[in-house]
């Protein structure tokens, strides 16, 4: 009996001792850099972790790989779609290399790691991703759009009801849109991106976002609502590289298809067509590079719920694709990543005040007032002032060549109802600034509460921190660090107020800055295929990518297109090399 509690003993304390001598495990488990990632096109994707030890120095030199489609075998470091085997590397990330995917399921995936000295962790805990279209003949839906005029100034409305007769058991949405949108359903945006889909070179290749909707939908009747802006598909506002004049350019439009998965097994898909309407929005302007303008006077309260009366709505126009390259938009999102509170307020003159945010930010304010209908309210975001105390663009918009003084530089126009507090955010723009001087036509009363402002860029998780003892250099840092992100919107510009242009030269120059601190590599891979959808035949690589045509004769070169071949090295040494 000593004998046989002896071994029971000895075999506790060599398990015991084993797992304290390993003590690490495996964590932030990513797909495509993406934490459990909807709506993937990648045919073999990457699987990417990190090891979390109490010691330091700690190295993989192994690795096994399980991916299924039951959660609980997989949990159980089983895959019934694929197992890696014992994979002697110690790089990550690992690439699928399994059976052919298919669209819109759901795969789960779990890992473990042995380290150099033999030891194994546990299996991970499982993480998933999700597949999308992976074909452009999955598609459903129509391309519609409200009109072939794309001089017309209102932002579109589209609606369409339907009936949930049945339990759903999974929901998703996949929309593409050629220029800028907000996804409605039952009366709520969903999600919290702005600046939907990102911009490329729209006849050569299109985004698609995938949204969860299994929650959002309700027994009985539900309604779709959505709202289009231009962004730099239909850039109605001139500067000297000539946006305007793109290729591409036409009126907003979009194709959609919405797929509902019953508890039943069966299917149905909600997709764009001619059944939908639309009419004239309160956005009554908008542009990626100037502002935004809205008349709460034209607002319809409801117009995304069900049981809305669209009978004096029109119908939608069927039209073509942009481009016959839709793929996933597998990257971060841009988001209102920070609020920001006024710090201060001076009233200029009866009817000016001037706002000051404390710090340079790029963004956009959202405002709340009350007064007599049709009350116009100009908002002036500026980053300096004159000497008087008012804002001053002179710095910001010397390359902007307007027509009229219909379309002010960096200043949103918000028109009130003068039935009730009105609130205006604007959804396709954002601006660059500290200042805000909102003027309007009528004297009103307004207080620091009237006015916030929202910090926004592509929302590139932090992964690099600098401290010292020295508050210039840390200050220095910070700085830095905002400017970076102040001018990620997915894709690097050089300024968020005067150009917004993906200059080739401010971006490589940058890149190590970006990626000792943030964990932006989906980015720089979205820009990557803007530079194939860009480079000519011979070769040639303009100054600015995106482009609607301008920068192929002029600032292009080895010190500034040699973007495509700094940025893929530096993405090889942060991400791939040991």
């Not at 932030?28 to 909807?38: F, S, V, Y």
């Not at 939907?196 to 969860?212: G, I, S």
């Not at 964990?519 to 609607?548: C, F």
């Amino acid at each position: 009996m000593k004998n046989i509690r002896f071994t029971i003993l000895s075999v506790f304390l060599l398990l015991v001792g084993a797992s304290c001598f390993a003590q690490f495990e495996v964590v932030k488990l990513r797909c495509e850099h993406l934490e459990n990632p909807l709506g993937i096109d990648g045919e073999q994707p990457r699987f990417s972790w990190q090891l979390q030890a109490e010691k330091d120095g700690i190295l993989q030199a192994k690795y096994q790989l399980w991916v299924g489609t039951d959660l609980q075998e997989v949990k159980a470091g089983k895959g019934n779609i694929w197992n890696s085997g014992e994979v002697d590397s110690a790089r990550v990330p690992a690439i699928y290399s399994g059976p052919k995917l298919s669209p819109f399921t759901r795969y789960f995936w779990a890992v473990k790691v042995q380290d150099e000295a033999g030891n194994w962790s546990d299996l991970s805990e499982a993480a998933h991703f999700e597949t999308g279209m992976m074909n452009k003949e999955n598609w459903q839906g129509s391309w519609i759009s409200d009109t072939y005029d794309y001089n017309l100034k209102s932002a579109p409305y589209f609606r369409k009801e339907f009936k949930v007769s049945k339990k759903v058991k999974a929901a998703r949405a996949y929309i593409v849109v050629a220029g800028l949108y907000e996804l409605m359903v039952n009366g709520e945006k969903v999600g919290n991106h702005r600046l939907d889909p990102m911009y490329t070179r729209f006849d050569r290749r299109n985004l698609y976002v995938t949204y969860d909707l299994t929650n959002s939908l309700n027994e009985g009747n539900n309604a779709i609502g959505v709202l289009l802006g231009n962004g730099w598909y239909n850039h109605q506002s001139t500067a000297v590289w000539y946006f305007d004049k793109a290729p591409w350019r036409a009126r907003p439009k979009f194709c959609m298809d919405v797929r509902i998965v019953y508890e039943d097994g069966s299917e149905e898909t909600i997709r764009t067509g001619s059944d939908w309407k639309t009419t004239a929005s309160p956005v009554i302007f908008n542009s990626i590079y100037t502002a935004e303008h809205y008349d709460a006077r034209l607002e319809l309260p409801g117009w995304n719920k069900p049981g809305f009366d669209d009978s004096k709505w029109g119908s939608v126009l069927l039209t073509g694709a942009p481009s016959e390259n839709i793929v996933a938009q597998t990257m971060v999102p841009v988001r209102h990543v920070e609020e920001l509170p006024v710090q201060n307020m001076k009233k200029l003159d009866e009817n000016t005040y001037l706002f000051d945010f404390g710090r340079n930010i790029s963004g956009v304010t959202q405002m709340t007032a009350q007064g007599p209908e049709g009350t116009t309210i100009r908002l002036k975001h500026a980053e300096r002032l004159t000497e008087k105390g008012y804002a001053d663009l002179s710095n910001i918009d010397v390359h902007y060549r307007p027509t009229d003084d219909t379309d002010p530089f960096q200043t949103d126009i918000f028109i009130l109802s003068g039935k009730k507090k009105d609130t205006f955010l604007p959804r396709f723009n954002y601006k660059g600034f500290q200042y805000v001087e909102v003027t309007s036509d009528q004297p009103l009363e307004l207080s620091p509460e009237n006015l916030t402002a929202y910090f926004m860029h592509s929302d590139v998780p932090p992964v690099g921190t600098i401290y010292s003892s020295n508050e210039t250099l840390n200050k220095t840092w910070q700085a830095a660090n905002s400017s970076y992100l102040a001018n990620l919107f997915g894709y690097p510009t050089d300024c968020p107020q005067r150009e917004k242009n993906g200059w080739t030269g401010d971006a490589h120059i940058n890149i190590e800055t970006g990626l000792y601190n943030y964990d932006a590599i989906t980015v720089y891979e979205k820009w990557m295929a803007d530079h194939r959808d860009e480079q000519q035949p011979n070769g040639v690589l303009p100054a600015i990518i995106p482009t609607s045509g301008w920068g192929y004769q002029w600032a292009n070169g080895p010190d500034w297109t040699s973007t495509i071949a700094i940025i893929p090295w530096n993405i090889y040494l942060f991400y791939w090399s040991q």
